[in-house]
């Protein structure tokens, strides 16, 4: 299975709006709503943000909100926060009944 | 609460073979399909292998396919991975992570460990 396509960087000001797309196919993202997302700080454990496209894990914040049209997932954050800047993975369920994940973004907050 | 704990890790030669464990506690082991996920240094997340939560389903990454097994004991709420024929590619900070959905394994990961580092060199 080949990872996800993610932009390597992305970044933005205090209070701005950020997406991070995340490309796959019709055998993995376009096929299924098992789209997740995942917050990495440097030395931490990644942390699930958002689960089946768009769904919130208790506690996360309502800034992050997720969406899928076709083969492309993305990633909104909102109200940009110093304490976003971190790496952030998507992943997706496929055919081969094995999940796949993204290359990867790091996010800045300038 | 959910914990996962990850043991196991070292440096290892290449060939050389390493296994690793992940104590689970704080939910109903039995019922969750486990995941191993590693990361090279600087790297991102790689999927590594999933068991589902009876044991009868087992899937690999293509990179570890032949060389690692995926392993679990219910009574033990213990999840392993025998790693054989270790490549100095396969340094990585392994995570254990769970499932999201009970009984099935939709590649969700809602808990992770706080991963233990292999190291493969000679």
């Known amino acids: 299975q080949s990872a996800l396509t993610q932009p390597a960087s992305v970044s933005g000001s205090p209070g701005q709006s950020i997406t991070i797309s995340c490309t796959g196919t019709s055998s993995d993202v376009g096929g299924y709503n098992y789209v997740s997302w995942y917050q990495q700080h440097p030395g931490k454990a990644p942390k699930l943000m958002i689960y089946?496209?768009?769904n919130r894990p208790s506690g996360v914040s309502n800034r992050f909100s997720g969406s899928k049209s076709g083969n492309t997932a993305s990633l909104t954050i909102s109200g940009l926060q110093a304490e976003d800047e971190a790496d952030y993975y998507c992943s997706s369920y496929t055919t081969s009944s094995t999940p796949v994940f993204g290359g990867g973004t790091k996010v800045t907050v300038l | 609460q959910v914990q996962l704990v990850e043991s196991g890790g070292g440096v290892v030669q290449p060939g050389r073979s390493l296994r690793l464990s992940c104590a689970a506690s704080g939910f109903t082991f039995y019922t969750y399909g486990m995941h191993w996920v590693r990361q090279a240094p600087g790297k991102g997340l790689e999927w590594v292998a999933v068991m589902w939560y009876d044991g009868n389903n087992k899937y690999y990454a293509d990179s570890v396919k032949g060389r690692f097994t995926i392993s679990r004991d219910n009574s033990k709420n213990t999840l392993y991975l025998q790693m054989n024929s270790l490549r100095t590619e396969d340094t990585a900070l392994y995570y254990c992570?769970?499932?999201?959905?009970?009984?099935?394994?939709?590649?969700?990961?809602?808990?992770w460990g706080q991963g233990t580092l292999v190291t493969v060199s000679s």
């Open positions: 089946e496209v768009y």
């Open positions: 992570a769970r499932d999201s959905e009970p009984f099935v394994a939709v590649g969700t990961f809602d808990y």
